[in-house]
């Protein structure tokens, strides 16, 4: 979808919109695969349980930046919030949505602050193309705590 976008905006493409209707169509559909994986044949392992990946709303803000789709960067924004543990000062990886405390599983528990830093990167853009000041300061939180939970004290 990006690639399609990108070189529809070059000039060199002989059909520019329709390259950017083709990488539309991708967009939508890459946003439906994400919602639900089993449209990709992706069966859900039996007992295991729903979960949001952090991973996932950095790729679908990524797209709906360069799409400029407005609406759905809040939601990126929004679900993303919804990962933060702040009395943990952690960005979950991997959101329990059926209500359960993300402590109850292994992959609930994941903490990747390499992931966060970039969510964190993908979400500051996001909040400049709606104009939101607000949320970064939250943003700096979990850039600031992905740092110290990153960071070998002992090597550096």
């Given amino acids: 979808a990006l690639a399609l976008l990108e070189y529809a905006k070059t000039g060199a493409a002989a059909d520019a919109a329709g390259l950017r209707a083709e990488a539309r169509v991708w967009y939508e559909r890459i946003?439906?695969?994400?919602?639900?994986?089993?449209?990709?044949?992706?069966p859900a392992m039996k007992g295991a349980r729903p979960v949001r990946q952090a991973a996932d709303v950095m790729v679908v803000a990524s797209l709906a930046l360069e799409f400029g789709d407005l609406e759905v960067l809040r939601e990126c924004v929004a679900q993303a919030r919804e990962h933060w543990v702040p009395e943990r000062r952690i960005l979950l990886e991997n959101l329990p949505l059926d209500g359960a405390d993300y402590r109850e599983s292994a992959d609930t528990r994941l903490l990747c602050p390499g992931s966060a830093l970039e969510v964190a990167w993908f979400l500051w853009h996001a909040l400049e193309?709606?104009?939101?000041?607000?949320?970064?300061?939250?943003?700096?939180?979990?850039?600031?705590?992905?740092?110290?939970?990153?960071?070998?004290?002992?090597?550096?």
């Fill in 129 to 156: 193309a709606l104009g939101m000041e607000e949320g970064k300061d939250w943003l700096c939180q979990v850039i600031e705590a992905s740092m110290e939970s990153g960071w070998d004290r002992e090597y550096g």
């Fill in 31 to 42: 946003r439906a695969w994400i919602a639900d994986g089993s449209l990709l044949g992706r």
